[in-house]
């Protein structure tokens, strides 16, 4: 339900700009803590498993919230009985009771351990349902702020607290909350409350959904039927709650940096929602199984005796119903900015620099001796808001380039949302930077703007450096920069539909390729002789259908191995000259990485792990790594990756 404020709208509060200028303080001290920000109850468990998992594993304190009160209709229905008569306050403490029980059984205790069940005073005089429980050292707190839903029958929720400042929207209060009454967000209001969060818990990773979905065409029928917004491949309370976790991530940079303040010291992956509907499934039989087994619990059963008289979980996704529903959400776990997290250089005498996206801001640090793995302090190089996800190239004089996808606007209330794509290059190799730099968008258009993803660089032997980016199209779009520094303009390169995640490598023979996985196949792009553009080829026949991104290497006959995990498979695929096999003892899930002779990858429980001939190591200690670590081989031919750790800190293994 909603309510207009005034007849006459607020004046639009005035957060102060992102500042993208370098050399602001960061903060240091921290330790690892999750934060997940969420449009409905379930939203963790179906997208952003198992990485939620491994860092509650491994001792991470976990806080989720939930914008909304996921009430729906209110109809918590009961496969097999008739239907029931609506009930929102009844179906959302359905659903919070759900959540316990799966964050139970997350934590190793009975799924009807009782929580901790009280109130928390927020920004602003707002107030939310808090649950708490811990054990064995690790802690899972759940709030509440339960907004009411947006549903297809034109009820407003975010989406439109979102886009219309003269909003306010109004909260369900759960049956059996400690809450006496419902209360009312407007938009700064709600941001407000998730800054205030933000700054009491300082997490070291945030969880967040798509804030930009791919477009999608679907039928009216087909549209309603997967509860998708009209055009794109998501929920729009997804939508609109990713952009207030975004747009509260901003703000609390924003006000942290005010006045000489440090940069809180975090990391954000962003998931994808509804998209997994519509391509392969990148899941693995065993993965699968653990990550669907914990849905169990929060659908939960009439049957149970849980001490919630509204009700024993979401009885719509009880039982075996996440693996039979033809959506397939469950299936799949992916990355809305997929590819490096983490650029890796050699810096001088012989030690290691690392740049990475910490506090939505790109930041270095430098190995204090060589080789010993040990960092010295951050160094801000300005340039948010980005996306975590970096592309890099050295040019011919070994100048680096770093490349950003930055939230160029994200303000709220029908103002402009816009992404760019940036560009960081070094004055003289081993030197300083230059300014950052704007290289547009390849997607014209306000809207379809958003759509892009993230950059991809590679340096081609006559100089010119090659720029990649998914366009909203689904396609890939590329810019050049020509041996006399200047930039081409955008260009469409052509082909079919491929997901994030491209790989660029040059060949033996000088040429450009570049291969992403689509519907059915790996895609593949290259030149016909070197110096020339990229044009679409075939698609690449051989092998199985790819779950996830390929990883290309050159080979020393000049063709291009691929390595890639093939949907729902474990098994890694290797496919060369036209022939695709099994690369046995390397099984697990997710993007591969390639340099030299060695593999980098995760096993079935998440654990780094690179192949290297016949020798395979794996990275048991030290915090959980996040997505996008680096492989790179060091002057000596051995492989060192670098990445960032839970604690929004960078690691280096050398196996």
């Given amino acids: ?69 996921g009430e729906a209709d209110g109809l918590n229905k009961i496969p097999g009985r008739p239907r029931p008569a609506p009930d929102k306050a009844a179906y959302s403490s359905a659903r919070h009771q759900g959540l316990r029980q799966a964050y139970a059984t997350l934590l190793g205790l009975d799924k009807f351990t009782p929580w901790e069940i009280s109130v928390a005073q927020l920004a602003d005089g707002h107030r939310a349902e808090v649950n708490t429980l811990g054990a064995g050292g690790r802690r899972v707190e759940l709030v509440f702020v339960n ?68 477009v999608q065409h679907s039928t009216e029928a087909v549209r309603r039927q997967d509860s998708e917004q009209p055009g794109y491949s998501d929920h729009a309370d997804h939508t609109a709650a990713a952009c207030f976790a975004w747009a509260a991530m901003i703000r609390w940079v924003a006000r942290s940096t005010r006045d000489g303040g440090q940069v809180p010291g975090f990391a ?34 009439p049957g149970w005796d849980c001490g919630n008289r509204s009700g024993c979980g979401d009885y719509n996704v009880g039982g075996e119903r996440p693996l ?33 996206v910490v506090g939505l801001r790109l930041v270095r640090w430098r190995e204090t001796e060589p080789a010993g793995g040990v960092w010295g302090p951050p160094v801000d190089l300005g340039g948010g808001p980005l996306a975590p996800a970096l592309g890099s190239a050295t040019a011919g004089d070994g100048t680096l380039l770093l490349f950003g996808l930055r939230f160029a606007a994200l303000r709220g209330h029908g103002s402009d949302n816009e992404r760019e794509i940036v560009l960081l290059e070094q004055t003289a190799p081993g030197g300083g930077f230059l300014a950052w730099r704007g290289l547009g968008n390849p997607s014209p258009g306000r809207d379809d703007g958003r759509r892009i993803g993230v950059p991809v660089a590679v340096t081609a032997p006559d100089g010119r450096i090659h720029l990649f980016v998914r366009n909203a199209g689904k396609g890939v779009s590329t810019r050049v920069r020509e041996a006399d520094r200047t930039w ?9 539909e491929v997901q994030d995640g491209l790989s660029a490598v040059v060949d033996r023979a000088g040429r450009v390729h570049v291969h992403a996985a689509g519907h059915h196949a790996v895609h593949h792009w290259t030149q016909e002789a070197p110096g020339s553009e990229l044009t679409a080829r075939t698609q690449i026949g051989a092998g199985p259908v790819p779950g996830d991104a390929p990883a290309g290497l050159p080979a020393a006959d000049g063709s291009v191995y691929l390595f890639y995990r093939a949907q729902a498979r474990a098994v890694t695929t290797a496919v060369r000259d036209g022939v695709a ?18 593999l980098l990858g995760r096993t079935a429980e998440g654990l780094l792990q690179v192949l290297t001939g016949a020798r395979l190591s794996r990275r048991s200690q030290g915090p959980v790594a996040l997505d996008g670590a680096t492989l790179r081989l060091g002057d000596d031919g051995r492989p060192v990756v670098v990445g960032l750790g839970s604690d929004a800190l960078p690691f280096a293994w050398r196996p």
Avoid at 488 to 496: S, Y
């Fill in 581 to 598: 096999s099994d690369l046995a003892g390397f099984d697990g899930y997710g993007e591969l990485a390639a340099a030299g002779p060695t």
């Fill in 1 to 69: 339900m909603t309510l207009s404020a005034c007849s006459v709208p607020a004046p639009r509060r005035s957060d102060p700009a992102p500042n993208p200028a370098p050399g602001m303080p960061i903060s240091t001290a921290r330790r690892a803590l999750l934060m997940q920000i969420l449009a409905h109850p379930d939203d963790d468990l179906y997208f952003m498993n198992p990485d939620t998992r491994r860092a509650l594993d491994a001792g991470a304190p976990l806080v989720c919230v939930y914008l909304t009160a």
């Fill in 268 to 301: 954000v992956t962003s998931f994808r929602g509804y998209y997994n509907r519509h391509w392969p499934k990148n899941l693995p039989t065993a993965v699968l199984a653990e990550k669907a087994a914990h849905l169990v619990p929060y659908g939960g059963s």
């Fill in 488 to 496: 081409g303009e955008w260009r469409d390169m052509g082909g079919g």
């Fill in 147 to 214: 907004t009411a839903m947006h549903t297809t029958r034109h009820r407003l929720g975010l989406p439109s607290l979102w886009h219309d400042r003269r909003l306010t929207l109004r909260t369900v209060v759960a049956e059996g909350s400690p809450l006496d009454r419902p209360g009312t967000y407007t938009y700064d209001g709600l941001v407000d409350v998730l800054v205030g969060l933000l700054e009491r818990n300082r997490p070291t990773v945030v969880h967040t959904l798509d804030p930009d979905p791919d």
């Fill in 324 to 356: 039979t529903n033809r959506k397939g959400w469950v299936r799949s776990t992916r990355h809305r900015y997929p590819g490096d997290r983490t650029v890796v250089t050699a810096g001088p005498g012989g030690r290691l620099d690392a740049y990475a």
